[in-house]
């Protein structure tokens, strides 16, 4: 009698023990399940257009989850990117490339080279220096990737390649109009200069001398609308074709590509 009840006894604790181990591990797996949801949720509910969806399931990823967390990182500044909300986007790449592997930087940094060029469109006519600025934060952002996550050849390094020249168009575009501004006020202050010293010129040297300085503008300020136009509307060509790449979303915004 006391060997069946010692031998119940055991069997009990042991039932406990597998019950408490069982319930452990089930809250475990879901834990693991419920973060690996959230995680993918974002990911196709972006492919989807689905932007504000795709940023709340990652803001759910990121309270969940203690590893990985560059992926919630990207997932939600991704999302913010392709609505324009640029602060927003900026902040979250930023925290993913501070803890992204170098495996998975690439990724990162192509969308914050984005984020960062979009900013420097968005003030180049009221704050020129601004926009330099933030398009060679762009450029740098994309030239320090690792080579651990471009290899060559790679889609990666396509897309990087293409951005980097897609920016530098903007950049020289956006550095013609400067100068292009720049080179009218100043033929402005020297027509006005010359108009004063015309008056007291003879009109037969006042009217040779304004053909020679007519002519002389002419082919130098030829020369500089040349170049300015083109390098704008090399700026212009790489703006149409950010704006046709990848789904439009909400209020009919372009979107950036999205790597992962």
């Known amino acids: 009698m006391n060997r069946l009840k010692g031998l119940w006894s055991r069997l009990r604790r042991i039932t406990k023990i597998n019950l408490i181990i069982g319930t452990i591990a089930a809250l475990v797996f879901s834990y693991i399940a419920v973060t690996a949801y959230f995680g993918t949720a974002s990911q196709v509910r972006y ?53 992204a592997p170098a495996s998975a930087e690439c990724a990162v940094r192509i969308n914050l080279s984005f984020v960062y060029e979009k900013q420097a469109d968005e003030v180049a ?92 503008d002419s082919g130098n300020k030829s020369e500089r609308e040349k170049k300015r136009e083109e390098l704008e509307e090399r700026g212009e060509e790489s703006e149409r074709h950010q704006h046709e790449q990848g789904p439009r979303g909400n209020g009919g915004r372009s979107t950036p590509e999205k790597p992962w």
Do not use: W
């Open 47 to 99: 492919t989807s257009n689905d932007f504000p969806g795709a940023k709340r399931a990652a803001s759910v990823f990121l309270h969940f989850s203690p590893v990985q967390r560059h992926i919630g990182y990207f997932n939600r500044g991704t999302a913010e990117a392709a609505v324009g909300d640029y602060d927003a986007a900026q902040a979250d790449l930023e925290a993913a490339l501070e803890i």
């Open 125 to 216: 006519g009221q704050d020129p220096e601004q926009s330099q600025e933030l398009y060679d934060r762009s450029l740098k952002t994309l030239e320090d990737a690792p080579k651990e996550c471009q290899p060559d050849e790679s889609e990666e390094k396509q897309k990087s390649e293409t951005a980097k020249e897609r920016v530098e168009d903007k950049k020289e575009g956006e550095k013609a109009k400067e100068e292009g501004d720049d080179d009218e006020d100043s033929q402005n202050e020297d027509s006005q200069d010359e108009s004063s010293d015309d008056e007291e010129t003879s009109d037969g040297d006042e009217q040779q001398g304004s053909e020679d300085e007519e002519s002389e």
